[in-house]
């Protein structure tokens, strides 16, 4: 086993003794998880500055056998962020590493380190009259090195793709030292294997992703959004494929949001009123965005909540009447997973099936998790419009935590996960894999599948240094 203290001191001398901390009270916060489930140890927390530092870092830890844990904002929901209780790993945050590197508004392109949050890449991208798409929840702390390297997704997946469709080229360094660098921003280079897709949704098993060229896009003028009480999750299908049909591009998000959820976020905002009246079971927040006329866009949406209502597909709706007012809604969407967070008890089932599915599906987990567990809060919420569901069965408020996790979690997830397979989806759509989900590939990946992820993973790191356990289950 490598001497710690060794360790420490040549790290010290590579990024300064102030950036290379070992004292509890400094390393809490990066060896525990989002959610306070996954806490590990660390031989120190090492906070470069530079590729270069990376990469010095990375050939030491390489040529001792040091473990790496690579760490953006550690949003993780999975565990994939932070070590295990061996003690013998360093963690590698990247968050000193926060520049902005250039905006090209005729190629519409950011090249910007991988610690840069994806709140500051957003507002650069704003401040340069162009928009970068990619929302989620956690925008103020997660980073974009992060959400590379676990294929972020969020609310406006629908109508822009997810970061595999965002990123155009990256800079990482290889668990040997070498630095990969493909920073051309080209949205066409046919001269081969696309290697930066290895890196993408990786989870830091393969590379330490330091920076990337991210696709821009035009900044919209107008914005409109409304909560809509549908009949069923059928019936929301449907009106999606009307809004698609009768809006085409505008059509931006469509998000799902049963009255569980609601009834939640509103607890937990305590000053947020809901927006429909009457608990609907079933509700959507759908979102238009285009570069064109306000007065257009709107009367789109009032176009298309006038058929849904004379089709049967919608019972009420409440559209935005201001730009405060779709900022209102969006926060009852996007605070569900913290009121969830300080609730507890709540079994994370992030997974994805076929539009055509997405209705069955919902039913039927729906019907087995209240035979199972009748009491549980089905907060049930998410990225509709592209197959991606949160169905995450909650604890009674009467009920401990702890006891509902024990009672039902392996049962309930099982369940999920088996009738999201026998759909052909995925039981894990955008959170990823990390450690929670990581032996559960073992039953939902095929043979072939796992054999060449992990003959992907020895070619590239064949020590097994770079975030080990995470992602890969073993074949032994």
Aim: hydrophobic share 40%; proline share 5%; charged share 20%.
């Amino acid at each position: 086993m490598p001497n710690h203290q060794r360790t420490i001191e040549a790290l010290s001398a590579i990024v300064g003794p102030t950036a290379c901390l070992t004292e509890p009270s400094d390393t809490q916060g990066y060896t525990t998880d989002y959610r306070k489930m996954y806490r590990g140890l660390a031989i120190a927390v090492v906070l470069p500055s530079t590729t270069d530092e990376v990469s010095q870092v990375v050939t030491w830890c390489h040529a001792n056998g040091v473990k790496i844990v690579p760490q953006g904002g550690n949003t993780s929901l999975m565990g994939g962020s932070v070590p295990d209780g061996a003690g013998d790993a360093i963690i590698l945050n990247l968050r000193r590493m926060a520049r902005v590197l250039a905006i090209d508004t005729l190629n519409d392109t950011m090249t910007l380190q991988a610690g840069v949050t994806l709140s500051s890449a957003r507002t650069s991208a704003d401040q340069a009259e162009r928009l970068f798409p990619l929302r989620i929840g956690s925008e103020g702390s997660c980073q974009i090195g992060g959400n590379i390297a676990t294929n972020a997704g969020g609310t406006a997946v629908l109508r822009y793709g997810n970061m595999r469709d965002l990123v155009l080229g990256i800079e990482a360094v290889l668990p040997d030292g070498q630095i990969y660098s493909s920073l051309r921003g080209l949205r066409k280079d046919n001269t081969g294997y696309d290697l930066k897709q290895l890196f993408i949704g990786s989870e830091g098993t393969l590379g330490i992703i330091t920076a990337a060229v991210l696709k821009l896009m035009p900044r919209p003028q107008a914005a409109t959004a409304a909560f809509v009480a549908v009949r069923s999750p059928a019936a929301a299908v449907e009106l999606l494929g009307l809004a698609k049909k009768m809006a085409g591009p505008t059509v931006t998000a469509f998000e799902l949001v049963s009255s569980d959820a609601m009834n939640l976020v509103c607890e937990y905002l305590s000053n947020a009123t809901p927006p429909l009246q009457g608990q609907p079971a079933w509700m959507v927040l759908v979102e238009f965005t285009s570069t064109g006329s306000q007065d257009l866009l709107e009367s789109s949406m009032v176009q298309v909540l006038e058929l849904g209502i004379e089709n049967g597909l919608i019972n009420d709706a409440a559209i935005a009447s201001s730009l405060s007012d779709v900022q209102a809604f969006w926060r009852l969407r996007e605070e569900i997973s913290d009121a969830q967070t300080r609730a507890g008890g709540s079994i994370k089932c992030d997974v994805s099936v076929p539009l055509s599915s997405i209705a069955n599906f919902i039913d039927e987990a729906y019907k087995a998790v209240k035979t199972m567990a009748p009491e549980s809060r089905m907060v049930i919420y998410g990225h509709m419009g592209d197959g991606n569901v949160h169905f995450n069965p909650l604890r009674p408020a009467q009920q401990d935590a702890k006891e509902y996790l024990m009672a039902h979690y392996e049962s309930i997830s099982n369940t999920v996960d088996g009738l999201v397979h026998s759909l052909n989806g995925s039981i894990s759509a955008e959170h990823g894999i990390g450690v929670a989900k990581r032996d559960d590939l073992l039953k939902y990946k095929s043979s072939v599948e796992l054999g060449l992820m992990w003959q992907v993973k020895k070619a590239l790191d064949p020590q097994n240094l770079l975030n080990p356990g995470k992602l890969l289950p073993s074949l032994a």
